[in-house]
């Protein structure tokens, strides 16, 4: 059984009279993945603001290994690492040398734990070159070794691949899951680049207009409402015309054209349907396929709108 890292408990944000945040209440487990997004001023920097403490409550809670950030700020605090976009680092000074000078901020961290985090993000060698010369994926490293140093069970990273270049973007994937996998991490990302949070996440959270509008596992199960989604069927049958008529009359669908094919969108418990419709009719059926839904298809689907923060 998963153990939970962090539970946000009927959150709510109200600034002035205006309600930012209404309720929020899901899960994000040790060891997962989890993606955070929604479009322009859907309340995701303010609920991640409060789920470190950053911005207070209006109502609700947040649990962080079951301690209160109401009521057990500090036990809770300890257990969260973050990075926000580009992390600032001394240009002047090595990466070895930022670390110490994060390290002594905070008790108890050895030697031995900063070289274990410099292993896990793979800065071995580049560790004693000064940050100047660093790369910026090479820095985003650096910032997530940092936020690691007191072996926090939850990091927060807000766009962790903001300005890389796609071999930069794939390394810092690449750390995510193995900070995920093998550091056991419960990892909480918001990004806008939806291609990449797929590839990245165990579980999705969208967010509009400060509510959990779904919850999406990336691995097939579906917690929410996404899962009522239509699928895209393509079929490639003969005689064409007479296959929409068809599947217009005895189903209501309309079906489109292409390439000597047929696509129509249907839910998943209609298509055994649709295809015994065609074959009472002596329809010759050579092919089915079903396009699988991206999670930007889902998202504007879910929010229907063409910008995200």
């Known amino acids: ?58 109502d609700g809670d947040v649990h962080i290994l079951g ?67 660093y790369s910026l994926g090479m820095r985003q490293r650096l910032g997530i070794a940092q936020a690691l140093l007191h072996n926090p069970s939850i990091l927060i990273l807000d766009e962790p691949t903001n300005g890389l270049d796609p071999a930069g973007i794939r390394e810092i994937r690449q750390y995510i899951r193995r900070l995920a996998e093998q550091e056991n991490v419960a990892v909480i990302i918001s990004s806008h680049l939806l291609s990449e949070i797929e590839l990245m996440c165990d579980r999705i959270g969208i967010i509009k207009n400060g509510e959990l509008v779904a919850i999406q596992s ?29 599947i217009k009359k005895h189903h209501n669908i309309d079906a489109t054209t292409a390439s000597n094919s047929l696509s129509f969108t249907s839910e998943k418990e209609s298509i055994p349907l649709i295809i015994q419709t065609l074959v009472n009719h002596n329809i010759s059926i050579y092919q089915i396929g079903i396009s699988k839904s991206t999670l930007e298809d889902k998202f504007f689907d879910l929010i229907g709108e063409n910008t995200i923060e």
Do not use: C
């Open 218 to 246: 990336v691995n097939g199960g579906v917690d929410s409402d996404l899962e009522t989604l239509n699928q895209q069927i393509k079929m490639e049958v003969t005689p064409l015309n007479q296959a929409i008529d068809l």
């Open 67 to 133: 301690n209160s950030i109401k009521t057990n700020f500090k036990e809770a605090a300890q257990e969260v690492g973050a990075i926000v976009e580009n992390p600032e680092m001394y240009p002047f000074m090595t990466g070895w040398q930022n670390l110490m000078h994060y390290a002594r901020m905070m008790p108890g961290i050895s030697q031995e734990r900063l070289k274990e985090v410099i292993s896990l993000v793979g800065l071995e060698n580049p560790i004693k070159e000064k940050v100047g010369k």
């Open 1 to 58: 059984m998963s153990q939970i890292a962090m539970e946000l408990i009927n959150v709510k944000k109200t600034i002035g009279k205006k309600e930012i945040i209404k309720g929020l209440s899901f899960t994000i487990n040790k060891g997962e993945v989890f993606g955070f997004i929604g479009p322009n001023g859907a309340g995701k920097t303010t609920t991640i603001r409060m789920m470190v403490g950053l911005m207070g409550l209006t």
